[in-house]
DNA sequence: CGAATAGTGTCTGTTAGACATTATCGA
DNA sequence: TCGATAATGTCTAACAGACACTATTCG
């Protein structure tokens, strides 16, 4: 085992950037600048910097801040992709982050960047798709049973706006005595005070925020978030 | 963004090897033969081969084969740990993984192995320490609503012993019936028909085996399974 | 037969979902 | 006043845990 073998691996970070569009769970992704598969899109990524990341999470921060802007997102490792054949380039590792961003943190650069719904989306390089696919499915599984999906509403949101965001998230309808329920058992959301959202020819909801507490942590169930009507 | 920052990174995988022993969670730790940390207990662990590993799990169950001679535990990647400082070698990737282990199948060598409790372990080498710790959480919490458990019994084994097996990972004990309630619904157990457990002053208990078609799956529950007596 | 544990039936408190009711806005 | 949606009260069915009872072995 000498020290040659590790010298021939390729380390990179990727990032599954998701917000939710048109009701949709989507993802982000950048016209590739250079090769390999110049041109295509795919997800923000890039190689590790040993002499300035402090850590792979600090690489993958990097990279999202470098490619799209945006500056400090819920961000968590995924997984670890590697082999010879996912890369042109040779044997090579991935580490895998998803982020979460609100809608309308996105709009300030539109520059290169596209946003689909994670359902059919084209052949993409490299194996983001399967890294795309186990962020959805890593979503939505904690979705069940955290306060995950808060991190992709607006800093202030009313409880139906939320459920919205969780329905779209887990693909079906939640009672709503039951969503309600939870997410006071979750205890991560406070209202703000006399703010209610105006506007529209019905009763105002209340506003609410996460808890500052919770910026980058979450909040777990025992029981998981019921679906169903 | 040049080639040569991909170069100076190190890429290793580890291992953290499970079992149980005296009703306790314990991990294996090898005598490590070479430096850095020449000498010391910590995780079995090794430099990714490119020229004959076809992925990082291949690297792992390479690994593992080699330094404890486990043909095919269930091998689940646990996450990846990296840094400047985890390796005096330089700035390193290590790609964990966990596996579990029966007991028995442990017993054929014990030469530089040592099994530990969980609970109360020393100072481990590089970050090997946070690994345990992530994969005993990881157990812990997939224990809740999954068939995971069932790696670390034997081949044929009787539903009390399944049941102290989930008591010694989850830390708590389960009431009899719900729990016999949720095995079912996992749907993973079929009874050898007609071997029971033989040999005590009591009735004997039937002996189950895992599905063949979960040996290296879970099944996963909707509500958990349920603690306290 | 008695001790011990396996395995099952059944009761009850808790929880989730269905439904209904009240509240509060704009038009 | 009406339409629409927020917010909450309440009923019911499903489920988890407690308890008790039966089954089957050894000594």
């Known amino acids: 085992m000498n020290r040659s ?17 048109g009701g949709q769970l989507c993802v982000v992704l950048l016209k590739r600048e250079r090769p390999p598969f110049q041109g295509a899109l795919a997800l923000p990524g890039g190689y590790i910097h040993p002499e300035q990341d402090q850590d ?3 690489a993958a921060a990097r990279v999202l801040l ?13 997984a670890t992709f590697s082999g010879p054949g996912r890369d042109p380039r040779g044997w090579s590792v991935s580490i895998a982050y998803y982020a979460l961003v609100p809608q309308e943190l996105l ?14 989306l084209p052949v ?8 795309v696919a186990a962020a959805v499915a890593r979503v939505r599984s904690k979705s069940q049973y955290s306060s995950l999906p808060v991190h992709l509403c607006p800093e202030r949101f009313t409880l139906p706006q939320l459920q919205a965001v969780y329905e779209a998230v ?6 709503k005595v039951s969503f309600r329920r939870k997410v006071e058992e979750l205890d991560v959301l406070e209202p703000l005070p006399g703010e209610l959202e105006q506007g529209r020819a019905n009763r105002p909801a209340q506003l609410y925020r996460l808890r ?6 979450l909040s777990l169930l025992e029981r998981g978030i019921g679906a169903r009507s």
Request: aromatic content about 4%.
């Open 5 to 21: 073998e590790g010298i021939s691996v390729i380390c990179t970070v990727d990032v599954v950037l998701l917000t939710l569009h």
């Open 170 to 175: 887990l693909g079906e309808p939640i009672n």
């Open 66 to 78: 470098d490619k799209t802007g945006l500056a400090s997102p819920y961000l968590e490792q995924l």
């Open 56 to 58: 792979a999470v600090d």
């Open 107 to 120: 709009r300030r650069d539109t520059t290169a960047a596209q946003v689909l719904p994670v359902e059919g």
């Open 124 to 131: 993409l390089p490299f194996d983001h798709g399967r890294m």
């Open 212 to 217: 500052p507490q919770y910026r980058r942590s």
